[in-house]
């Protein structure tokens, strides 16, 4: 069985483990599509959040308490880097963290793509999967925002972390979508997929910036194989992060049913042919599609594989 997951954040790259550790007991091949759309540049470094993200988690490199970054990370560079008085200050590299970006950049400027050198970096962590950006092309997600400087547009990473979401915003743009290619190999393995999974992620700026990539969205559409998603709305909360704002700004309810009425019936021109949302969304419905109430909590690894086997059942 070949399985494909469109992923970003951190729920992404937690349902990443449960799909691991399903493949392993099935024998399934996984292939990862990973969000680009927070990608940035900070003191030179090519940064890249969501990529990075899975692979320290997948690699048992991740900090378990805050979510993110690197497990027993120390912050020596961003005191020098302070005490500099250097911007921005508001998103802090960790000095294990800047060895991976450091190893990215200088290939990124020796002329390899973004999927060759997130490969190389894989192979120091075995994820146990196959790990491909959305796209090796610039790919950014910005918020559309208005404040005493007037309307703008700011990177999403500036709007989420140093703003933490609260500045008025207008909508979401994904700069570079439009002359954007899929990365090599990620409509191959869409195309060739038995199964398509939609991670719990942020759908607003985590998937939605991967079907922004020319071509992706309607490999899924098209996709031979069934196509299932896992809802990241739980009893009309976010399971983390800040979701909810998100679906605010494009005016979609923050629930089960909303946020499977903005991925639609596959039937009908939209992506899913199977939803799944937890025991407590069980009356959630949405039109054209199979919805299936599970449970939805990863709190554990084997919590998250049987729901990755709900899933791949169900379609």
């Known amino acids: 069985m070949r399985i494909v997951v469109l992923a970003g954040g951190i729920g992404g790259a937690r349902f990443l483990l449960g799909v691991r550790e399903y493949a392993r007991r099935t024998g399934a091949e996984v292939t990862a599509v990973v969000n680009v759309g927070d990608d940035l540049r900070l003191h030179g470094l090519q940064v890249c959040p969501d990529l990075d993200s899975v692979m320290y988690t997948l ?3 991740a900090d378990p308490e805050r979510g993110w970054g690197r497990v027993d990370e120390t912050w020596t560079i961003r005191g020098e880097l302070a005490a500099y008085g250097v911007e921005p200050s508001w ?25 060759i050198v997130t490969e190389a970096l894989a192979t120091r962590w075995e994820p146990g999967l196959r790990l491909l950006p959305a796209t090796d092309d610039r790919l950014e997600t910005h918020a559309v925002v208005t404040d ?6 700011i990177h999403f990473q500036e709007w989420w972390v140093r703003h933490r979401a609260e500045i008025p915003t207008d909508r979401f743009v994904f700069v570079g979508a439009d002359a954007a290619k899929p990365a090599p190999g990620v409509l191959d393995a869409i195309g060739s997929a038995d199964v398509v999974l939609l991670a719990p992620s942020n759908p607003v700026v985590s998937v939605a910036p991967i079907l922004a990539v020319p071509g992706i969205r309607e490999a899924v559409v098209a996709a031979p194989g069934r196509v299932a998603g896992v809802s990241p709305i739980i009893g009309g909360a976010p399971v983390r992060g800040m979701a909810d704002r998100c679906l605010a700004v494009i005016g979609v309810e923050c629930s089960a049913a909303g946020v499977g009425g903005l991925y639609g019936a596959r039937a009908e021109g939209g992506l899913l042919d199977t939803w799944l949302v937890d ?3 069980a009356g959630a419905a949405v039109p054209g599609v199979d919805v299936r109430a599970v449970a939805l909590r990863m709190v554990d690894e084997a919590a998250t594989a049987a729901m990755v086997a709900a899933a791949v059942e169900a379609a």
């Open 148 to 153: 005493d400087q007037g309307t703008r547009a």
């Open 279 to 281: 025991s407590t969304d």
């Open 59 to 61: 690699g048992g490199g």
């Open 91 to 115: 998103f802090g590299l960790g000095d294990k963290d800047i060895a991976t970006h450091l190893v990215r950049t200088t290939m990124l400027n020796a002329g390899y793509p973004l999927s």
